[in-house]
């Protein structure tokens, strides 16, 4: 059975910085198109940053440009999204997805295993 589990979401101020992990089980992250994808309250989800060795090129939100990147411990079968330089509108609940070694657009269509999310508020 796949699983995601996400973690290290929590609250920060503005320009702090965060580090969520998304630790699989069942399967090997490696092998699979991976997402990060967000929702705020009353937004529909939408991806923030998905990569993969058959991916294609890494797809990521232009809102996260600069500030928002990914790295993976093979060891761990976890990957990270470090998130710098925090605005209040990254304020969402933050998911990781895995779907099949394909291309993809980012669309949260495109994944069939989800974690169960994880809260990031940006916030004075």
């Known amino acids: 059975q796949l699983q995601l589990v996400e973690s290290g979401g929590g609250l920060v101020q503005p320009g702090g910085s965060l580090r969520l992990s998304c630790t699989a089980s069942?399967?090997?992250?490696?092998?699979?198109?991976i997402g990060w994808f967000r929702q705020a309250p009353g937004k529909e989800r939408e991806g923030v940053y998905c990569?993969?060795?058959?991916?294609?090129?890494?797809i990521y939100d232009e809102s996260v440009w600069g500030r928002f990147t990914i790295a993976r411990d093979k060891a761990k079968n976890t990957v990270y999204l470090q998130m710098n330089n925090l605005k209040p509108g990254d304020t969402a609940v933050y998911y990781c997805?895995?779907?099949?070694?394909?291309?993809?657009?980012?669309?949260?269509?495109?994944?069939?295993?989800w974690g169960q999310g994880t809260q990031v508020t940006v916030s004075t």
């Open positions: 997805a895995a779907t099949s070694p394909v291309e993809t657009k980012c669309l949260p269509d495109e994944f069939d295993s």
């Open positions: 069942g399967f090997n992250l490696d092998t699979y198109t």
């Open positions: 990569f993969g060795d058959s991916a294609g090129s890494p």
